[in-house]
C-alpha cells in the first residue's frame, strides 16, 4: 500500500511563504496603446516619414545575417558620404549621441591625459563631464551662449593646455550657434592634438567636410537631419585618430563602446571573419539607412541650401510677428534648430504647453545655459520647410494673443 508523504514542518513554512506573482494595473497592459499623431517642432527628435517608418518594419533578420551585414555596409558608405570621409573606420554606434560623445571620448583619452573642451552651450559641458570621469586633466573655454570662438582664441588655448584631444560642437543646439569649423584642424594638428566634432544637431543642415576640414573624429545622431526614430548614432575616425587609440597603453574604460571591438563587428578593420560583440539594434539599421539613402538622393548641397532658406523664411517671419532671434549675428545660426528670444512678461512653459495643447505642436524651452532665456524651434529633414513654418509662426501669434503677460 502507497504511504502518502507528509511535508516537514520547515518545507510546509517554506510553501506559505513563497511570494506569489504581483497583480497587473488594470489599465496598463491589457489594452492596446495608441500614439498620438504630433508636429515635431522641437529641436530633436524630429518627425519620421512613412518611408522611413515602413523600413524599420520589415522582417526581422539575425544580428550577423549575410543581409544585416550587406545593410551595415550600406549605412557606411552612407555615413562616409554623409561626412565627407572616407575613413575606413567609420560605423553607427548602437545608441543614440550621447553613446557616439562617449564613445569618442573613453576610446581617445586616456586617464591623466589632458583634453581641451569649447563650451559655448551644453553639449561642451557634458563632454567635460565625461572626460572628467574617465581622469582626464580637462581643460576648457567658456563663452556665452549664443557666441562661438574665433580660431586664434582656440590656438592659444591649444598652446598652453597641450591637449591630446580638442572637442567642439559644430551645431549647438541649446544655443542655436553653427560653429565656424575651417582651419580649426589644421591648428590642432600643428599642435600634435585630435580634433573632435559633435554634429549631431547639424549634420545635414549646415556644410561640413570631415576630410577636408581635418577633422579626426566626428559624430552625429539618427533622430535630426536624417528624421530616423533615436538609438543610432554614426561616427568616423580618420587614421590619425586610430594611430593614437590602437597605441594607447591602457584599455577603454567601456567594453562596449571599444573601437577594436565595434570595428571589428562593422568590418572596418579588414579581418575575415566578424566576430560577436553586442546584438545590435537590428531593425534601427534598416531605418538609418534609409535615412541615409534618403539625404543621398536629395544630395548633401540641395540639403544644406533648404535648411538655410527655410531658417532665413522662420527668422523673417518671426521679425514680422514682433519676435527676435536670440543669436545676433545670422552667419551663426544654426539652420536646424532656432532659438527665440523668450517673450518678455510671458512664462515660456506656458507657451509651449499652449502650443501643444491647442496646435498640435511641440517646441521647447532653453536647456543648459539657455534654460529661460529661449524658445527652440527644431526645423529638420522632411519639418523643414516653408508651409510648416507658416505653422508654427500661427501657434506663436496664437499662443501671445491668448497666454498669460505681465505688467512687470
Known amino acids: 500500500m502507497e504511504r502518502l508523504r507528509v511535508p516537514l514542518l520547515e518545507e510546509s513554512l517554506y510553501i506559505s511563504m513563497a511570494p506569489s506573482a504581483l497583480p497587473l494595473c488594470e489599465h496598463t497592459l491589457k489594452s492596446s496603446f495608441t500614439v498620438p499623431r ?9 518627425n519620421v516619414p512613412p518611408r522611413i517608418l515602413t523600413a524599420g518594419s520589415q522582417p526581422m533578420l539575425g544580428h550577423l545575417h549575410a543581409e544585416t551585414i550587406e545593410i551595415m555596409d550600406h549605412i557606411k558608405s552612407g555615413i562616409q558620404y554623409a561626412f565627407q570621409t572616407q575613413n575606413r573606420m567609420t560605423l553607427a554606434v548602437s545608441g543614440p549621441g550621447h553613446a557616439a560623445m562617449e564613445c569618442a571620448i573613453f576610446n581617445s583619452v586616456e586617464c591623466g591625459d589632458s583634453v581641451l573642451i569649447a563650451v559655448n552651450g551644453i553639449w561642451g559641458e557634458r563632454a567635460a563631464e565625461i572626460a572628467e570621469r574617465i581622469g582626464a586633466k580637462v581643460n576648457k573655454i567658456v563663452t556665452s551662449a549664443g557666441s562661438y570662438f574665433r580660431n586664434d ?17 559644430h551645431g549647438e543646439s541649446s544655443t542655436g550657434v553653427v560653429h565656424p569649423i575651417d582651419g580649426i584642424g589644421e591648428l590642432c594638428h600643428r599642435y600634435n592634438c585630435l580634433f573632435l566634432v559633435d554634429s549631431v544637431a547639424a549634420l545635414g543642415g549646415s556644410p561640413i567636410y570631415m576630410d577636408k576640414q581635418d577633422i579626426d573624429i566626428m559624430y552625429t545622431g539618427s533622430q535630426k537631419v536624417l528624421n530616423v526614430p533615436p538609438g543610432t548614432a554614426p561616427i568616423s575616425f580618420s587614421e590619425r585618430a586610430c594611430c593614437r587609440i590602437f597605441s594607447r597603453k591602457t584599455k577603454p574604460v567601456s567594453y562596449f563602446l571599444d573601437l577594436s571591438w565595434l570595428a571589428n563587428y562593422w568590418g572596418c578593420d579588414r579581418k575575415s571573419a566578424r566576430a560577436y560583440h553586442h546584438t545590435g539594434p537590428v531593425t534601427a539599421l534598416y531605418s538609418l539607412r534609409e535615412g541615409l539613402a534618403i539625404l543621398a538622393e536629395t544630395g548633401l548641397e540641395n540639403s544644406w541650401k533648404r535648411h538655410k532658406d527655410v531658417a532665413a523664411y522662420f527668422h523673417e517671419g518671426l521679425e514680422r510677428i514682433g519676435l527676435k532671434p536670440f543669436v545676433e549675428d545670422k552667419k551663426a545660426r544654426l539652420p536646424t534648430v532656432t532659438t527665440i528670444v523668450a517673450p518678455p512678461g510671458y512664462d515660456w512653459r506656458e507657451i509651449t504647453g499652449y502650443i501643444m495643447k491647442n496646435h498640435n505642436i511641440e517646441i521647447s524651452g532653453g536647456l543648459g545655459p539657455s534654460v529661460g532665456m529661449v524658445l527652440r524651434v527644431g526645423l529638420m529633414g522632411c519639418n523643414s520647410n516653408k508651409p510648416y513654418v507658416d505653422m508654427i509662426l500661427e501657434a506663436l501669434t496664437d499662443a ?8 512687470v
Not at 504630433?38 to 524630429?46: A, D, H, I, K, V
Not at 582664441?153 to 560642437?169: D, G, H, N, W
Not at 501671445?400 to 505688467?407: I, N
Request: with cysteine; aromatic share 14%.
Open 400 to 407: 501671445l494673443k491668448h497666454c498669460h503677460k505681465s505688467k
Open 38 to 46: 504630433r508636429y515635431l517642432f522641437g529641436p530633436g527628435p524630429s
Open 153 to 169: 582664441e582656440i590656438e592659444q588655448a591649444l598652446s598652453k593646455y597641450k591637449p591630446v584631444l580638442f572637442f567642439l560642437t
